[in-house]
């Protein structure tokens, strides 16, 4: 393995998988962020965010010494020669588009205190163009030999160690043969396993990261789209969807119907896409994504009104059980949650609501204060006349519905990820209802 010293700049999900996962492979990894707070809990082996097997591989890689952090650029300069850039490139407030003010700030505070060759590598998700810009920045702010690579992140929270050290591609643009060497030799374990590795230019590895997201999203919405179809002809898109699913040219992943998408990623990243394509006056190309996202969002009020039905007409006093906060399951991100807007939408509508998560709760009570929370399911749903399975987190799809039905007022549950067995809900008395199914 040729000796680089990496650094990460920017310890979200992305940069703290991606640090410890390269220390992991026995690189020496020097991590960066500006919150302090944070930094201090990294440094102890205290992970700030839920992500299956993360905590061990960090503590592991901080103990033998392979992993450390820093709030410090100067600190950051002096140590290494590739710098992966890792920080966050949220929706806009009150816009589609993405903010990259934290990549430009990034390569200020960096670029002007290297002495010496050095390769960035930048992992956001960015509108198109902003690696020909940074690039073009980079030149201004040094003369050294400095030099920029852009090498999406495809990672899925749930899955962050596994999809960082077992990747399906590895896409790179590079600007030149040295560049692509130098990344090369960062991920020979990857490429060595037989992993793709791919390079491009600026643009094609920028595009790639997008139209991935903008993909899974649309296949995503097209299933939720036949559930609207379904829901008016009596159909069941479960059965629909498994046997779209043997065609392998459409495939069975991310056909499955229910709440639609939510999280960090692919509701602000089709949001951004279309805003950049707008800059680029190519609108139209992208204009279907306009649609992606309104079907997505038309399945969080069919929820709301499936629940409502149940109870005659009206929330007012009921008691609401909801299961699941989190955006996905294995996860405690509630950004852009359909579970939390769904709860949030409902208690608005004056249903006492009280919402159990099994990691989400303290995130969910940050997002929305007025809510309540329960420290179990069995204590969710003590006296509720409605049951809304709105995350499929194991222990949900493993409910007994004999023994959550002696704790509920009523036996209604419906279940917006299509994760139960209706017969046997059924069988257990309970009105079970649920989106694209009769
Ligand atoms: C997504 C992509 O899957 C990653 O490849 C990408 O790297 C990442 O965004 C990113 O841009 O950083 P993630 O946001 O972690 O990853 O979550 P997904 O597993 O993609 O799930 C997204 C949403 O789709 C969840 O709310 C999930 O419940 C929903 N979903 C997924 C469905 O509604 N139906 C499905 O069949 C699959």
Known sequence: MVAHRLTVIGTGYLGTTHAAAMAELGFEVLGLDIDEDRIARLAAGDLPFYEPGLPELLRRNLAAGRLRFTTSYAELAEFGDVHFLCVGTPQRQGENAADVSFV????????????????????????????????????????????LAWNPEFLREGFAVQDTLHPDRIVAGVPSAAAEKILREVYAAQIGEGVPFLTTDYPTAELVKVSANAFLATKISFINAMAEVCEATGADVTKLSQALSYDDRIGGKFLGPGLGFGGGCLPKDIRAFMARAGELGVDQALSFLREVDAINIRRRHRMVDLARDLLGGSFDGRGVAVLGAAFKPDSDDVRDSPALDVAAA?????????????????????????????????????????????????????????????????????????????????????????????
């Open 346 to 438: 409902i208690q608005q509508q004056g249903g006492v609501v009280t919402v159990y998560d099994p990691q989400a709760n303290a995130n969910a009570a940050r997002a929305q204060p007025s809510l309540s929370f329960a420290a179990s399911t069995a204590e969710a749903a003590r006296g509720a006349d409605v049951t809304l399975l709105l995350t499929e987190w194991r222990e949900f799809r493993d409910l007994d519905p004999e023994a959550l039905g002696t704790l509920v007022a009523v036996r209604n549950i419906v279940d917006g990820r299509n994760a139960l067995d209706p017969e046997r809900w059924r069988a257990a008395g309970w009105t079970y209802k649920a989106l694209g199914r009769p």
């Open 104 to 147: 430009d700030s990034a390569i200020r505070s960096l670029v002007p205190l290297l002495r010496r060759e050095a390769l960035i590598v930048g992992k956001s998700t960015v509108p198109v163009g902003t690696a020909a810009r940074v690039a073009g920045l980079i030149g201004e702010l040094t003369s050294e030999n400095v030099e």
